[in-house]
């Protein structure tokens, strides 16, 4: 795209989208920030309140792998047993009674092709899921303890089975452990002075038990009409999704991430060379190494024309994607758990908004 017709006249046009959409009953709460470096473009909708980010934490912890990555501190291929070690493995990946955990490298964990069971969704012995006890009560969860929920529950296939893909937020508590035995510090330090500090987001915070008395502060989580409260469901989450967050901040975050402002770009052609489902089709998002595609079929978008865009996606309708082809940025939430696909007609509005000629 070389230019954007009239910015006075698109930033109207998204003004009366988002008026649309935040009136309808089901979204919790809209804000949106929206950036065409290219063009200087930018418009936001109530951008600057902090919202749970929820699984775009993935890109943060993405980012640091990256940076040890580039450090020489490990690589895609290094197994994840080598770092955490066999008791914190055991029994993650069991396929016909065979353990092979053993054999799940730091890409697999990224990837979600590790064949390693999420916590968060599936039901666990008691018949209950992480994300429906959520919904019941607060509470702590213990590193420990969510892998043992995960190690009750059935492995899909075998860690790298060729073309498959399971979505687990427990890949990434496993890989905010490792990020923490390889450095030597805590995932909320490394958070801090690796990414927040050094690009200046000043309304970016780790949600932890020490930030409990902050939970106000942040846009209140909905499901449905209810809103949750849950700040120590939330402070047990980090590597997986405790970043909480401003669509202002998530814009300058994500093109830093796609940059090289935060490891070298190189890897990112490695990190969207293949593209897996790993939802079951349940929304329009495939997973590549640490990241994910938003992607829709013409025939699903007609008449609009929406392009393809990397970034991430959280459960409480947060959004984070860019188009490399244009330079485009978006990032918002629209603060509800349900329905799940919610946020995804007003992404693929806007980008083909800002992208027609």
């Given at each position: 795209m070389?230019?954007?017709?009239?910015?006075?006249?698109?930033?109207?046009?998204?003004?009366?989208?988002?008026?649309?959409?935040?009136?309808?009953?089901?979204?919790?709460?809209?804000?949106?920030?929206?950036?065409?470096?290219?063009?200087?473009?930018?418009?936001s909708w109530t951008a600057d309140?902090?919202?749970?980010?929820?699984?775009?934490?993935?890109?943060?912890?993405?980012?640091?792998?990256?940076?040890?990555?580039?450090?020489?501190?490990?690589?895609?291929?290094?197994?994840?047993?080598?770092?955490?070690?066999?008791?914190?493995?055991?029994?993650?990946?069991?396929?016909?009674?065979?353990?092979?955990?053993?054999?799940?490298?730091?890409?697999?964990l990224l990837a979600h092709t590790s064949g390693i069971p999420d916590y968060f969704e599936l039901r666990g012995a008691d018949g209950t899921s992480v994300a429906e006890r959520m919904l019941i009560r607060d509470e702590f969860w213990e590193f420990d303890a969510l892998l043992q929920r995960a190690r009750e529950l059935p492995a899909p296939f075998a860690p790298g089975s060729p073309g498959r893909a399971h979505y687990s937020d427990t890949n990434y508590q496993l890989l905010g452990r490792l990020i923490e035995l390889r450095t030597g510090s805590s995932f909320e330090h490394l958070v801090r002075t690796r990414i927040i500090d050094p690009l200046g987001l000043s309304a970016t915070w780790l949600f932890t038990r020490d930030t409990l008395d902050r939970y106000d502060a942040v846009a209140s989580v909905r499901h449905g009409r209810r809103h949750l409260w849950i700040p120590r469901t939330m402070a047990s989450f980090a590597p997986d999704g405790g970043i909480v967050?401003?669509?202002?901040?998530?814009?300058?975050?994500?093109?830093?991430?796609?940059?090289g402002g935060l490891f070298p770009a190189r890897y990112l052609a490695e990190m969207t060379a293949q593209w897996n489902s790993a939802l079951g089709g349940a929304v329009p998002l495939q997973h590549g190494v640490g990241v994910m595609r938003f992607s829709l079929p013409r025939?699903?978008?007609?008449?609009?024309?929406?392009?393809?865009?990397?970034?991430?996606?959280?459960?409480?309708?947060?959004?984070?994607?860019?188009?490399?082809?244009?330079?485009?940025?978006?990032?918002?939430?629209?603060?509800?758990?349900?329905?799940?696909?919610?946020?995804?007609?007003?992404?693929?509005?806007?980008a083909a908004s800002v992208t027609a000629t």
């Open positions: 070389s230019s954007i017709r009239s910015s006075g006249d698109l930033s109207r046009r998204l003004d009366r989208l988002a008026g649309r959409y935040a009136r309808r009953p089901a979204v919790g709460w809209l804000s949106l920030a929206v950036a065409h470096p290219p063009t200087g473009f930018a418009w309140r902090p919202y749970f980010v929820a699984s775009i934490t993935k890109l943060f912890t993405a980012a640091l792998i990256m940076q040890l990555r580039a450090e020489g501190r490990l690589t895609l291929e290094t197994r994840a047993i080598d770092i955490l070690g066999p008791a914190t493995m055991r029994g993650l990946a069991v396929i016909d009674g065979a353990d092979r955990s053993a054999k799940v490298t730091v890409g697999q967050s401003t669509a202002e901040d998530q814009v300058e975050f994500l093109r830093a991430f796609l940059s025939w699903q978008s007609f008449p609009l024309h929406v392009p393809d865009m990397i970034g991430h996606a959280g459960a409480f309708g947060s959004v984070l994607f860019a188009d490399p082809e244009s330079g485009l940025l978006i990032a918002g939430t629209v603060n509800q758990m349900r329905p799940r696909r919610l946020p995804y007609p007003l992404l693929a509005r806007i």
